[in-house]
């Protein structure tokens, strides 16, 4: 429990000690730590293993960009692969495990690839594993997906709840450290709405990091100040664990909050993280920059850092990453290093600096026109050759290499609208370049001013442009002083060996392979990338692309402008798919629509079924009903042989109302509404303007200007758009207006022969619906039970005397049980979907099952409803040549003879054809069993049908290893005529 | 013949209460609302009527207008909504009647589940729910946009922090759900 | 096969000893002649694949294949990854049939491994219209020589057991599942067919766009380039995603609109999903790819566009479907979203066919289903281009079928592109 | 993407359905002789420019406008956003 490597000082809470276990084992570490903080403070260096070669890896950075310390936090559902130990805040009691290796993280037995890499450079696998043929998918792929991918997912649901949330802003700050304070202070200060998210849970940025001063305090302390000072303001919002991780259109950026991972659960009911929608009129991107790293043989092993991590360990977390470190550097940076491990206390075993002008230092051996050649040690770095300026070599022995080999401005968000970065030789690296999100300015470090009185200044600036923009004055904004060093850096890229020297660590892609992309042609940066997979890691190529891009520039003889670089794309970095999600998902996926007689069908113990949005019963088992065939069987011959009930209250209704309201129905319906009788109801046949049937329903005229339509369930929406597309984009000239009647009305349709007598029980008095009063496709307004407002349509879709009387959705539950007590002298039988289905089809009308969107009016039999004395949506397209084809697919009925079954699906076939795709003729849509007619029936579309009535037919289902035979007949099964329902 | 007992649209005989943390949403059963559609070429005539029959200015495009007897919310181009005090006899006939040939009107007593919340974490609440601009909404505003893929109506009709949010009566459940399960979540 | 310079295991073993210097380039750079007999526009994976197929298939040895940027640039290398022959309609069946046995036998025949992965696509389905829509088309795949099984739900979860089957908002209830669909390694399909033309002797041109046509008497005679005009007997456009803008030169209109269509993938995992899964209730699937990565899609975003890049709405839509389909994957991270420009057409279906200008041939309308279409496309576009004749698998992707209402809409959605 | 809508000022694109190329405004007359090509030409064949592109969207999860958008299909850059209504009262379809 002895923390080896803790330090004095740093802004660590030592008063809130904490334990944690990595790998099984008990460590301790303080609040403010994280756990790679925590580790290295333990002498922990090797956290995990390389994904191809499986090398012992540590910790690189102390930041977002770590592609190496990935661990497995958490136990059970709440287990998470891949975390960042960088960015893991530590908890008591959190517990993490390495990943990629086996048995164990010391010895993995998978270490073996390390000795081969000869024969496993890049791309390797495109070049083998192709004989014997079928060995791919039984022997090499298995073993190949068994090795690949770094943690694993627990295979349970996650247990969490993740959130979305939408904020506005004048202007959105994204980062905290110098440039984005002072931005922020600057916006905020002058009364804009700010919001200044930071990945970081302390704000300061590098602040928090360095030795600095500014307006002559600690940096550090300024930086809680300010930040201090930004949450007082009501104008202000600051979100700390929050980042900014995609910048979308408009100035749409996602936010991601990490609200509880700090925590070991979330409290009850809250989310683990929210995934913030912010709108922003403008904003700044002041993300920093991070660290690259420089290339050498065996530069991959645990202890070998940024050189700007170990100060951060060192200077914030107190914890030396080795007690003796080397340093080497390209630029000024290094030396900072040194004076501040010096002031720590931490031995320095050397300043390698490969600048033969390298200044002097007075803490450290210094190596001038040195390099770093190779490292040496077994599960970490235990010593360094260093490659002297007189060419001679040196072994220098140290824990741990800090590496400064210059700064790559974070320009990520820069390109998620597929800018691209441009280089800027004087750094030595991308800065944001054409293609910036519109209303993004980007501050300081992430344009390469990396200085800190830069980046004040340039966050003030920024800011100030910004506002000006939006017209918000400011009086005055002055900055703090502070350190302004100007960078001198000599680019060094990598360090020539004969070893494998990485430049991508989590993907394990070297120098070597950047050298193979360029011999086989791969040279074009995407070819590069994707041939190497260098900068496909989850960092994104944070801490890879600019090296990998310097190889090739080299090979090629091309400048690093002139190579290129591949862009970043959203999210900046890796984000859990569940936040997403939100709370959109299992249950709540979508919104669940109730019928209004939901509660009473509950009661009666309904089985429901999803139709669309809606919940609909589908049957109503009764006691000793063990099959649902059973319950739909009596449900059907009830109704037909007495009088059902059903909720029919799905169906969409639009109200139509206005002086054109019949002309604008005679344009969307094939068939004419303007001549519909006032109280009269009419089926309609809705097209497509290209000729395929969209909808169909009946329309009731309720009055001279007014007309209810009604539409299939599942087509109600997209009826409503098309609807208003007519109204104002075809025809805005007409008096038509629309609404939506779906929700208002809970309607019943009540069939079957003695309908009429349940309706007259509830029916108030005064409304005549005798047979002559109420023919069969009138409508009324009357009212029920004592005064209730209703709507009667006598329309039936199983082909029985059927009526559907609706009342407001409030009295919907009442109305089923008035109906069910008025229908008692009658047993009358409530029924499902399934026997509205078993009815529709027994009757020959078409729903979805049919109308699929590739049948015409033709198709259906319905050519002639398409009147061509007037204009109707789709009938100039419906008259195409293939559509009004003789052998074209025509809606027959099928019955199964010989006791066979209808299958849904089926294909049809002539008695004596071969049973292949040549000779197929069509396809069964619906099938049920008919208790009326004692045969198994369905509905189809076979070609030239009209003409082959009696003939018998071959159903195939060679899917399910089953085939039928049918006779075809009209699809009306029962009463064709239409006496039934007209009596 | 007994006359019929209505249910409120969360499916109860009174309507649901409930105070979550620092929010309280009321279900409020009984709405009288009706879609008010100007006829083309009617404008006069149905700015006119409004007036008289409603004793209030039309609201412009995101807004709601009201007095003691009538709110009015702007719904799309030339369409609104309707609000009444509970009980109002008939309020869609009546407006037939004070409009004439000049508007169409439908009742909506029965398309929409209305919620009123209130308290002081409402706007942290609304914040989770609607990508709408809610703390930008004063008195009188009004706005037609989704919650959890439903379309709603946000109205604020004074400076108090309440909201009126309407709903799809059908998705009450659906729509009340996401309301509480976002208040226990703050 | 292992002729000189080919690739093999042993190869590699050799090359691993010599300290891999004898690898070449994968494809040369050349210069491009002034004429050639064919010029195919658009190095993408259908266009390579149809110079392979005219120099391998069609003994044609005079070919170039010319790209704007760098080959493998546009959808085959933006794309999830699938194969699958799972249609419905007689127009399409037999084509994507051809092309999954065309993948079956790729790697033998290009000698480069693009990992094709028959680990099965499930579709699932939610309700009794949907069971009996999958089963009319598991039945069509069976008649035109496909395979296909209709599994119910305890079959389904015997496989997969991780799926929501208690808590979803939509019950799944089965799955039509094609055994032999799966996913190919996308990159690795441009550079394999891009060596084996090369390997016959087909110019393939990068950095070379095509700016006009040159159009005589009706006849296309040539490209217009930004490194000059080049000459060709008969010259085949393959740029799916920018189809309308290339025959717009030629002075075409089109029954194709452009969308973006985004993917995503997460972070490297040991494996949890054997195959590719579609949700039948919601804009999702999924598979697992051989490097460890989730790789899942959605629908296109609904509007035109050549941004190569999507919005949020549809990233969450697609999240939405993930989580409830399969909670199991809600703290596997994202690390990329993309999006590609997709040839949106009128019916859902492709266009492989002449135009209107002598010489001159057209590919494109892929929607999103132009990558597992790879092999046939370049074999019926070589074909086309070849002989003058639509291949027999590919008779019904022509021009004129919209105005003869010949339309091959496998969902019925209409002309309305952004629904297919 | 933030579709400025004349009425309601910035609303979020997830509130709104794209249909498409605003040409779907100019619906021929259907007793032209030449309706059959007319008809097909409508129906079928888009511009689709890499450019300024005019494109129908409907505020499905709002007030239930259809808009005429002029957007960039290259940038998304939206240039200008009219009520559907008024350009076709106004004469300018498309």
Same mark, same amino acid.
């Given at each position: 429990?002895?923390?080896?490597?803790?330090?004095?000082?740093?802004?660590?809470?030592?008063?809130?000690?904490?334990?944690?276990?990595?790998?099984?084992?008990?460590?301790?570490?303080?609040?403010?730590?994280?756990?790679?903080?925590?580790?290295?403070?333990?002498?922990?260096?090797?956290?995990?293993?390389?994904?191809?070669?499986?090398?012992?890896?540590?910790?690189?950075?102390?930041?977002?960009?770590?592609?190496?310390?990935?661990?497995?936090?958490?136990?059970?559902?709440?287990?998470?692969?891949?975390?960042?130990? =960088?960015?893991?805040?530590?908890?008591?009691?959190?517990?993490?495990?390495?990943?990629?290796?086996?048995?164990?993280?010391?010895?993995?037995?998978?270490?073996?690839?390390?000795?081969?890499?000869?024969?496993?450079?890049?791309?390797?696998?495109?070049?083998?594993?192709?004989?014997? /043929?079928?060995?791919?998918?039984?022997?090499?792929?298995?073993?190949?997906?068994?090795?690949?991918?770094?943690?694993?997912?627990?295979?349970?649901?996650?247990?969490?709840?993740?959130?979305?949330?939408?904020?506005?802003?004048?202007?959105?700050?994204?980062?905290?450290? $110098?440039?984005?304070?002072?931005?922020?202070?600057?916006?905020?200060?002058?009364?804009?709405?700010?919001?200044?998210?930071?990945?970081?849970?302390?704000?300061?940025?590098?602040?928090?990091?360095?030795?600095? =001063?500014?307006?002559?305090?600690?940096?550090?302390?300024?930086?809680?100040?300010?930040?201090?000072?930004?949450?007082?303001?009501?104008?202000?919002?600051?979100?700390?664990?929050?980042?900014?991780?995609?910048?979308?259109?408009?100035?749409?950026?996602?936010?991601?909050?990490?609200?509880?991972?700090?925590? $070991?659960?979330?409290?009850?009911?809250?989310?683990?993280?929210?995934?913030?929608?912010?709108?922003?009129?403008?904003?700044?991107?002041?993300?920093?920059?991070?660290?690259?790293?420089?290339?050498?043989?065996?530069?991959?092993?645990?202890?070998?850092?940024?050189?700007?991590?170990?100060?951060?360990?060192?200077?914030?977390?107190?914890?030396?990453?080795?007690?003796?470190?080397?340093?080497?550097?390209?630029?000024?940076?290094?030396?900072?290093?040194?004076?501040?491990?010096?002031?720590?206390?931490?031995?320095?075993?050397?300043?390698?600096?490969?600048?033969?002008?390298?200044?002097?230092?007075?803490?450290?051996?210094?190596?001038?026109?040195?390099?770093?050649?190779?490292?040496?040690?077994?599960?970490?770095?235990?010593?360094?050759?260093?490659?002297?300026?007189?060419?001679?070599?040196?072994?220098?022995?140290?824990?741990?290499?800090?590496?400064?080999?210059?700064?790559?401005?974070?320009?990520?968000?820069?390109?998620?609208?597929?800018?691209?970065?441009?280089?800027?030789?004087?750094?030595?690296?991308?800065?944001?370049?054409?293609?910036?999100?519109?209303?993004?300015?980007?501050?300081?470090?992430?344009?390469?001013?990396?200085?800190?009185?830069?980046?004040?200044?340039?966050?003030?600036?920024?800011?100030?442009?910004?506002?000006?923009?939006?017209?918000? /004055?400011?009086?005055?904004?002055?900055?703090?002083?502070?350190?302004?060093? $100007?960078?001198?850096?000599?680019?060094?890229?990598?360090?020539?060996?004969?070893?494998?020297?990485?430049?991508?660590?989590?993907?394990?892609?070297?120098?070597?392979?950047?050298?193979?992309?360029?011999?086989?042609?791969?040279?074009?940066?995407?070819?590069?990338?994707?041939?190497?997979?260098?900068?496909?890691?989850?960092?994104?190529?944070?801490?890879?692309?600019?090296?990998?891009?310097?190889?090739?520039?080299?090979?090629?003889?091309?400048?690093?402008?002139? =190579?290129?670089?591949?862009?970043?794309?959203?999210?900046?970095?890796?984000?859990?798919?569940?936040?997403?999600?939100?709370?959109?998902?299992?249950?709540?996926?979508?919104?669940?629509?109730?019928?209004?007689?939901?509660?009473?069908?509950?009661?009666?113990?309904?089985?429901?079924?999803?139709?669309?949005?809606?919940?609909?019963?589908?049957?109503?088992?009764?006691?000793?009903?063990?099959?649902?065939?059973?319950?739909?069987?009596?449900?059907?011959?009830?109704?037909?042989?007495?009088?059902?009930?059903?909720?029919?209250?799905?169906?969409?209704?639009?109200?139509?109302?206005?002086?054109?309201?019949?002309?604008?129905?005679?344009?969307?319906?094939?068939?004419?509404?303007?001549?519909?009788?006032?109280?009269?109801?009419?089926?309609?046949?809705?097209?497509?303007?290209?000729?395929?049937?969209?909808?169909?329903?009946?329309?009731?005229?309720?009055?001279?200007?007014?007309?209810?339509?009604?539409?299939?369930?599942?087509?109600?929406?997209?009826?409503?758009?098309?609807?208003?597309?007519?109204?104002?984009?075809?025809?805005?000239?007409?008096?038509?207006?629309?609404?939506?009647?779906?929700?208002?009305?809970?309607?019943?349709?009540?069939?079957? $022969?003695?309908?009429?007598?349940?309706?007259?029980?509830?029916?108030?008095?005064?409304?005549?619906?005798?047979?002559?009063?109420?023919?069969?496709?009138?409508?009324?307004?009357?009212?029920?039970?004592?005064?209730?407002?209703?709507?009667?349509?006598?329309?039936?879709?199983?082909?029985?005397?059927?009526?559907?009387?609706?009342?407001?959705?409030?009295?919907?539950?009442?109305?089923?049980?008035?109906?069910?007590?008025?229908?008692?002298?009658?047993?009358?039988?409530?029924?499902?979907?399934?026997?509205?289905?078993?009815?529709?089809?027994? /009757?020959?009308?078409?729903?979805?099952?049919?109308?699929?969107?590739?049948?015409?009016?033709?198709?259906?039999?319905?050519?002639?409803?398409?009147?061509?004395?007037?204009?109707?949506?789709?009938?100039?397209?419906?008259?195409?040549?293939?559509?009004?084809?003789?052998?074209?697919?025509?809606?027959?009925?099928?019955?199964?003879?010989?006791?066979?079954?209808?299958?849904?699906?089926?294909?049809?076939?002539?008695?004596?054809?071969?049973?292949?795709?040549?000779?197929?003729?069509?396809?069964?849509?619906?099938?049920?069993?008919?208790?009326?007619?004692?045969?198994?029936?369905?509905?189809?579309?076979?070609?030239?049908?009209?003409?082959?009535?009696?003939?018998?037919?071959?159903?195939?289902?060679?899917?399910?290893?089953?085939?039928?035979?049918?006779?075809?007949?009209?699809?009306?099964?029962?009463?064709?005529?239409?006496?039934?329902?007209?009596? | 013949?007994?006359?019929?007992?209505?249910?409120?649209?969360?499916?109860?005989?009174?309507?649901?209460?409930?105070?979550?943390?620092?929010?309280?949403?009321?279900?409020?059963?009984?709405?009288?609302?009706?879609?008010?559609?100007?006829?083309?070429?009617?404008?006069?005539?149905?700015?006119?009527?409004?007036?008289?029959?409603?004793?209030?200015?039309?609201?412009?495009?995101?807004?709601?207008?009201?007095?003691?007897?009538?709110?009015?919310?702007?719904?799309?181009?030339?369409?609104?909504?309707?609000?009444?005090?509970?009980?109002?006899?008939?309020?869609?006939?009546?407006?037939?009647?004070?409009?004439?040939?000049?508007?169409?009107?439908?009742?909506?007593?029965?398309?929409?589940?209305?919620?009123?919340?209130?308290?002081?974490?409402?706007?942290?609440?609304?914040?989770?729910?609607?990508?709408?601009?809610?703390?930008?909404?004063?008195?009188?505003?009004?706005?037609?946009?989704?919650?959890?893929?439903?379309?709603?109506?946000?109205?604020?009709?004074?400076?108090?922090?309440?909201?009126?949010?309407?709903?799809?009566?059908?998705?009450?459940?659906?729509?009340?759900?996401?309301?509480?399960?976002?208040?226990?979540?703050? | 096969?292992?002729?000189?310079?080919?690739?093999?295991?042993?190869?590699?073993?050799?090359?691993?000893?010599?300290?891999?210097?004898?690898?070449?380039?994968?494809?040369?750079?050349?210069?491009?002649?002034?004429?050639?007999? %064919?010029?195919?526009?658009?190095?993408?994976?259908?266009?390579?694949?149809?110079?392979?197929?005219?120099? *391998?298939?069609?003994?044609?040895?005079?070919?170039?294949?010319?790209?704007?940027?760098?080959?493998?640039?546009?959808?085959?290398?933006?794309?999830?990854?699938?194969?699958?022959?799972?249609?419905?309609?007689?127009?399409?069946?037999?084509?994507?049939?051809?092309?999954?046995?065309?993948?079956?036998?790729?790697? @033998?025949?290009?000698?480069?491994?693009?990992?094709?992965? @028959?680990?099965?696509?499930?579709?699932?389905?939610?309700?009794?219209?949907?069971?009996?829509?999958?089963?009319?088309?598991?039945?069509?795949?069976?008649?035109?020589?496909?395979?296909?099984?209709?599994?119910?739900?305890?079959?389904?979860?015997?496989?997969?057991?991780?799926?929501?089957?208690?808590?979803?908002?939509?019950?799944?209830?089965?799955?039509?599942?094609?055994?032999?669909?799966?996913?190919?390694?996308?990159?690795?399909?441009?550079?394999?067919?891009?060596?084996?033309?090369?390997?016959?002797?087909?110019?393939?041109?990068?950095?070379?766009?095509?700016?006009?046509?040159?159009?005589?008497?009706?006849?296309?005679?040539?490209?217009?380039?930004?490194?000059?005009?080049?000459?060709?007997?008969?010259?085949?456009?393959?740029?799916?995603?920018?189809?309308?803008?290339?025959?717009?030169?030629?002075?075409?209109?089109?029954?194709?609109? *452009?969308?973006?269509?985004?993917? %995503?993938?997460?972070?490297?995992?040991?494996?949890?999903?054997?195959?590719?899964?579609?949700?039948?209730?919601?804009?999702?699937?999924? *598979?697992?790819?051989?490097?460890?990565?989730?790789?899942?899609?959605?629908?296109?975003?609904?509007?035109?566009?050549?941004?190569?890049?999507?919005?949020?709405?549809?990233?969450?839509?697609?999240?939405?479907?993930?989580?409830?389909?399969?909670?199991?994957?809600?703290?596997?991270?994202?690390?990329?979203?993309?999006?590609?420009?997709?040839?949106?057409?009128?019916?859902?279906?492709?266009?492989?066919?002449?135009?209107?200008?002598?010489?001159?041939?057209?590919?494109?309308?892929?929607?999103?289903?132009?990558?597992?279409?790879?092999?046939?496309?370049?074999?019926?576009?070589?074909?086309?281009?070849?002989?003058?004749?639509?291949?027999?698998?590919?008779?019904? %992707?022509?021009?004129?079928?919209?105005?003869?209402?010949?339309?091959?809409?496998?969902?019925?959605?209409?002309? @309305?592109?952004?629904?297919? | 993407?933030?579709?400025?809508?004349?009425?309601?000022?910035?609303?979020?694109?997830?509130?709104?359905?794209?249909?498409?190329?605003?040409?779907?405004?100019?619906?021929?007359?259907?007793?032209?002789?030449?309706?059959?090509?007319?008809?097909?030409?409508?129906?079928?064949?888009?511009?689709?420019?890499?450019?300024?592109?005019?494109?129908?969207?409907?505020?499905?999860?709002?007030?239930?406008?259809?808009?005429?958008?002029?957007?960039?299909?290259?940038?998304?850059?939206?240039?200008?956003?009219?009520?559907?209504?008024?350009?076709?009262?106004?004469?300018?379809?498309?």
């Amino acid at each position: 429990m002895t923390q080896v490597n803790r330090l004095d000082g740093g802004l660590i809470d030592r008063d809130t000690p904490l334990d944690f276990t990595f790998d099984g084992r008990r460590y301790g570490g303080f609040a403010g730590d994280t756990l790679a903080s925590a580790l290295l403070a333990n002498g922990v260096r090797l956290v995990g293993r390389s994904f191809k070669y499986h090398r012992p890896r540590g910790i690189i950075s102390a930041g977002s960009e770590e592609p190496n310390a990935l661990v497995e936090l958490r136990e059970g559902a709440r287990r998470e692969p891949n975390s960042r130990a =960088t960015m893991t805040e530590l908890h008591d009691g959190l517990v993490a495990r390495s990943q990629n290796r086996f048995p164990s993280l010391g010895f993995d037995l998978m270490a073996v690839n390390d000795r081969f890499s000869a024969f496993l450079g890049a791309g390797f696998y495109y070049k083998t594993f192709m004989w014997p /043929k079928a060995f791919w998918e039984r022997v090499y792929e298995p073993l190949i997906r068994q090795a690949a991918g770094l943690g694993a997912l627990s295979g349970d649901p996650d247990p969490d709840v993740y959130d979305r949330g939408f904020r506005h802003c004048d202007l959105l700050v994204i980062g905290a450290g $110098p440039a984005g304070l002072m931005a922020a202070l600057t916006a905020g200060r002058a009364g804009a709405e700010v919001i200044l998210v930071d990945e970081d849970f302390r704000a300061g940025g590098r602040l928090t990091m360095e030795r600095e =001063t500014v307006a002559g305090i600690n940096g550090a302390d300024w930086a809680a100040e300010a930040a201090a000072e930004l949450v007082s303001m009501p104008n202000v919002r600051v979100m700390p664990r929050s980042t900014a991780i995609g910048v979308f259109d408009h100035g749409i950026y996602s936010v991601l909050e990490r609200v509880a991972d700090h925590l $070991p659960v979330p409290r009850e009911g809250t989310p683990r993280q929210i995934l913030w929608r912010v709108y922003a009129k403008r904003a700044i991107l002041a993300a920093g920059a991070t660290e690259r790293l420089i290339a050498f043989d065996n530069n991959d092993r645990p202890g070998i850092m940024q050189a700007s991590a170990v100060r951060g360990y060192v200077n914030r977390w107190a914890a030396a990453p080795a007690e003796r470190i080397a340093i080497f550097t390209n630029n000024d940076d290094g030396h900072r290093t040194a004076a501040d491990l010096a002031a720590a206390g931490v031995e320095i075993a050397a300043i390698i600096d490969s600048r033969p002008d390298a200044p002097a230092s007075d803490v450290a051996e210094l190596f001038a026109g040195a390099v770093v050649s190779n490292s040496s040690g077994r599960r970490g770095v235990g010593h360094v050759t260093l490659r002297l300026a007189d060419g001679g070599r040196k072994h220098v022995s140290c824990g741990a290499l800090a590496v400064s080999g210059g700064w790559n401005p974070n320009v990520h968000l820069t390109c998620h609208h597929r800018g691209r970065p441009q280089w800027q030789e004087n750094i030595a690296a991308f800065v944001p370049g054409d293609g910036v999100p519109p209303g993004l300015a980007v501050a300081g470090a992430a344009r390469g001013i990396f200085s800190t009185a830069g980046a004040l200044a340039d966050g003030r600036d920024q800011a100030l442009a910004q506002l000006a923009e939006l017209g918000i /004055k400011v009086t005055s904004a002055t900055v703090p002083e502070a350190d302004d060093t $100007p960078v001198k850096i000599t680019p060094l890229w990598h360090v020539g060996g004969t070893g494998r020297a990485w430049l991508d660590q989590q993907n394990d892609v070297t120098v070597k392979d950047v050298g193979l992309a360029h011999q086989e042609n791969f040279r074009a940066v995407e070819h590069l990338k994707r041939y190497t997979t260098l900068g496909m890691a989850g960092d994104q190529g944070r801490t890879s692309n600019v090296l990998g891009l310097a190889v090739m520039a080299e090979l090629t003889g091309k400048t690093i402008a002139d =190579t290129g670089t591949t862009i970043y794309r959203p999210p900046y970095t890796p984000t859990p798919i569940a936040a997403f999600a939100g709370r959109s998902v299992g249950r709540n996926f979508r919104p669940t629509r109730l019928p209004p007689s939901h509660h009473w069908a509950a009661e009666q113990g309904a089985v429901f079924v999803e139709a669309g949005s809606w919940m609909r019963a589908q049957w109503f088992p009764r006691e000793g009903e063990v099959h649902w065939r059973e319950s739909v069987d009596r449900e059907v011959l009830a109704t037909r042989r007495s009088v059902g009930v059903c909720d029919v209250s799905t169906l969409g209704k639009i109200d139509i109302q206005g002086n054109d309201a019949g002309a604008f129905l005679d344009l969307v319906y094939s068939n004419r509404f303007s001549t519909l009788p006032v109280g009269r109801t009419r089926y309609g046949l809705m097209l497509r303007e290209d000729g395929m049937v969209m909808d169909d329903g009946t329309t009731a005229r309720l009055g001279e200007t007014h007309y209810l339509m009604t539409t299939t369930t599942a087509n109600a929406v997209g009826v409503y758009r098309h609807l208003e597309f007519v109204r104002q984009c075809l025809r805005p000239d007409m008096d038509v207006q629309l609404i939506s009647a779906t929700d208002s009305w809970a309607q019943f349709a009540v069939a079957g $022969p003695n309908a009429r007598r349940v309706l007259q029980a509830v029916v108030d008095s005064q409304h005549d619906i005798s047979n002559e009063a109420f023919p069969f496709m009138a409508c009324r307004a009357i009212s029920v039970c004592g005064g209730v407002p209703a709507r009667l349509f006598r329309i039936s879709f199983s082909g029985e005397l059927a009526y559907e009387i609706a009342v407001p959705a409030r009295y919907g539950d009442a109305m089923i049980r008035a109906l069910m007590a008025a229908g008692e002298p009658h047993d009358i039988t409530p029924y499902g979907t399934e026997a509205l289905g078993v009815m529709r089809i027994e /009757k020959g009308h078409v729903t979805g099952n049919e109308l699929n969107g590739t049948i015409t009016a033709h198709n259906l039999g319905m050519a002639k409803m398409v009147s061509t004395k007037k204009d109707s949506i789709g009938a100039v397209l419906a008259g195409r040549e293939a559509l009004v084809a003789e052998d074209g697919l025509c809606l027959v009925g099928l019955q199964a003879i010989d006791g066979d079954h209808v299958t849904a699906g089926a294909h049809m076939f002539a008695e004596s054809t071969p049973v292949d795709a040549a000779h197929d003729e069509g396809y069964v849509t619906s099938a049920a069993w008919s208790p009326h007619i004692g045969a198994s029936i369905g509905l189809g579309f076979i070609v030239r049908g009209a003409n082959r009535h009696g003939e018998t037919v071959r159903l195939m289902n060679p899917l399910e290893g089953r085939s039928a035979r049918a006779r075809i007949c009209s699809p009306h099964f029962i009463d064709p005529e239409g006496e039934r329902l007209r009596g | 013949m007994a006359s019929l007992t209505a249910i409120t649209a969360l499916g109860g005989i009174t309507a649901c209460d409930k105070t979550i943390g620092g929010i309280r949403i009321v279900e409020i059963a009984d709405c009288c609302l009706a879609s008010l559609a100007m006829r083309r070429g009617k404008a006069a005539s149905f700015r006119k009527a409004a007036k008289k029959a409603l004793g209030t200015d039309l609201p412009a495009p995101g807004q709601w207008t009201g007095n003691d007897t009538h709110g009015v919310i702007w719904m799309g181009p030339d369409q609104f909504l309707v609000e009444a005090e509970t009980g109002t006899a008939d309020l869609a006939g009546g407006l037939a009647a004070s409009f004439g040939g000049a508007a169409s009107i439908t009742d909506q007593s029965d398309a929409w589940v209305r919620f009123d919340i209130t308290g002081k974490d409402v706007p942290a609440m609304l914040e989770r729910l609607s990508a709408a601009d809610t703390r930008l909404m004063q008195g009188g505003a009004a706005v037609r946009t989704p919650i959890h893929h439903m379309l709603c109506v946000l109205v604020r009709r004074d400076a108090y922090i309440s909201f009126t949010i309407y709903g799809p009566r059908a998705s009450a459940q659906s729509l009340h759900h996401a309301l509480t399960a976002t208040a226990a979540s703050l | 096969m292992k002729k000189l310079g080919g690739y093999s295991g042993f190869r590699i073993l050799r090359e691993g000893l010599t300290g891999n210097r004898g690898w070449r380039p994968a494809w040369r750079d050349p210069e491009p002649q002034p004429a050639y007999d %064919f010029v195919i526009v658009g190095g993408g994976g259908h266009g390579l694949a149809t110079a392979y197929y005219l120099a *391998s298939r069609y003994g044609e040895a005079s070919v170039a294949v010319l790209e704007k940027g760098w080959i493998g640039g546009g959808n085959v290398g933006r794309n999830t990854t699938i194969i699958r022959s799972n249609y419905l309609l007689p127009g399409n069946e037999p084509f994507y049939e051809f092309s999954l046995k065309l993948w079956e036998g790729l790697e @033998q025949d290009l000698n480069y491994n693009a990992m094709v992965s @028959q680990r099965g696509v499930y579709n699932l389905y939610h309700s009794d219209g949907q069971r009996d829509a999958y089963r009319r088309r598991g039945n069509a795949m069976i008649l035109h020589g496909a395979d296909a099984e209709l599994l119910d739900a305890a079959q389904l979860r015997a496989e997969m057991p991780f799926l929501n089957f208690d808590n979803g908002r939509f019950p799944i209830q089965g799955a039509l599942v094609q055994r032999r669909g799966g996913t190919v390694r996308h990159d690795a399909v441009a550079w394999g067919y891009a060596r084996g033309a090369d390997r016959r002797g087909v110019d393939i041109i990068q950095n070379c766009e095509v700016t006009g046509f040159r159009i005589q008497n009706g006849r296309c005679i040539g490209v217009e380039t930004n490194r000059g005009f080049i000459a060709a007997r008969k010259v085949g456009c393959a740029v799916a995603g920018s189809s309308s803008r290339v025959m717009q030169a030629a002075g075409m209109r089109l029954p194709i609109e *452009s969308h973006v269509l985004q993917a %995503f993938v997460s972070e490297g995992l040991k494996p949890v999903i054997p195959g590719v899964v579609t949700y039948g209730a919601g804009h999702f699937y999924i *598979s697992q790819s051989d490097k460890g990565g989730l790789v899942f899609g959605g629908d296109i975003d609904m509007y035109n566009s050549y941004a190569q890049r999507g919005n949020l709405p549809v990233v969450e839509d697609v999240c939405e479907g993930g989580m409830t389909l399969m909670p199991m994957i809600g703290r596997a991270r994202m690390v990329r979203m993309w999006g590609g420009i997709m040839d949106m057409s009128m019916d859902g279906s492709p266009i492989i066919d002449h135009t209107p200008v002598d010489g001159l041939y057209f590919n494109g309308g892929w929607c999103y289903g132009g990558f597992k279409a790879t092999p046939a496309s370049g074999y019926c576009f070589a074909h086309l281009l070849a002989t003058d004749t639509p291949h027999e698998t590919a008779t019904a %992707f022509r021009l004129d079928r919209f105005r003869r209402g010949m339309m091959i809409d496998e969902k019925g959605s209409g002309a @309305q592109p952004n629904l297919h | 993407m933030i579709i400025e809508h004349p009425l309601l000022g910035p609303r979020d694109s997830q509130e709104f359905t794209c249909l498409g190329d605003a040409s779907l405004l100019q619906r021929p007359d259907a007793f032209a002789g030449d309706a059959a090509d007319t008809f097909f030409d409508y129906q079928y064949l888009r511009d689709n420019p890499a450019g300024t592109h005019r494109e129908l969207w409907y505020h499905e999860m709002g007030d239930r406008s259809w808009l005429v958008l002029t957007r960039d299909t290259r940038t998304h850059e939206i240039l200008a956003v009219e009520l559907a209504s008024d350009v076709v009262t106004s004469g300018g379809r498309s």
